[in-house]
T-cell receptor, first 115, second 111 residues
């Protein structure tokens, strides 16, 4: 089991550009959540996808959007990048099955730098 | 709105000492509380998950307790080793699977 995978590992973009980050969940998981972690801080919840729909959203602007595919993988899109979007973006997968206790497993993250 | 706080922000101990990491949360209506370890520039590794109905969980040298009524969880690491040096994060799960994280405690274990 490869666990949660994310691509790319690192990205450098300039202000105003758009970026797409990708996540493949752990085998057997059907739910993907995205988090933003600024340097020196704890992760902040962006949104969660289940059954190809956004189920819950944190306090992030509409510039942040996502998608979930039938194979449960997910993309995070950020438009009109700002310097403040520079962060580590973490993907977490879990299962909606009650027996799983919804334990979340995290990927290695994508480091986004906006210049 | 759930708020999670971890104090202290940083901790330095000599090898062999026991570590005690604190986590407090404002809304006791949680489903579970999860402790994670994060190495510099890396993702999060799940250490322990305590269900809201449980009081503690143990895994090897790690023990985590949960007191919902006081809004506190504590992670104990026995006989610390230099390899335990990392940032430790706690996260409270509310309805809908969203995790609310604390700011983390950065731990340095000196040989």
């Amino acid at each position: 089991d490869a666990g949660v995978t994310q691509s790319p590992t690192h990205l450098i973009k300039t202000r105003g550009q758009q970026v797409t980050l990708r996540c493949s969940p752990k085998s057997g998981h059907d739910t993907v959540s995205w988090y933003q972690q600024a340097l020196g801080q704890g992760p902040q919840f962006i949104f969660q996808y289940y059954e190809e729909e956004e189920r819950q959203r944190g306090n992030f602007p509409d510039r942040f959007s996502g998608h979930q595919f039938p194979n449960y993988s997910s993309e995070l899109n950020v438009n009109a990048l700002l310097l403040g979007d520079s962060a580590l973006y973490l993907c977490a997968s879990s299962s909606m099955s009650p027996s799983s206790y919804n334990e979340q497993f995290f990927g290695p993250g994508t480091r986004l730098t906006v210049l | 709105k759930q708020e999670v706080t971890q104090i202290p922000a940083a901790l330095s101990v000599p090898e062999g000492e026991n570590l005690v990491l604190n986590c407090s949360f404002t809304d006791s209506a949680i489903y579970n509380l999860q402790w994670f370890r994060q190495d510099p520039g890396k993702g999060l590794t799940s250490l322990l998950l305590i269900q809201s109905s449980q009081r503690e969980q143990t895994s090897g040298r790690l023990n985590a307790s949960l007191d919902k009524s006081s809004g506190r969880s504590t992670l104990y690491i026995a006989a610390s080793q230099p390899g335990d040096s990392a940032t430790y994060l706690c996260a409270a799960k509310a309805a809908g699977n969203k995790l609310t994280f604390g700011g983390g405690t950065r731990v340095l274990v000196k040989p």
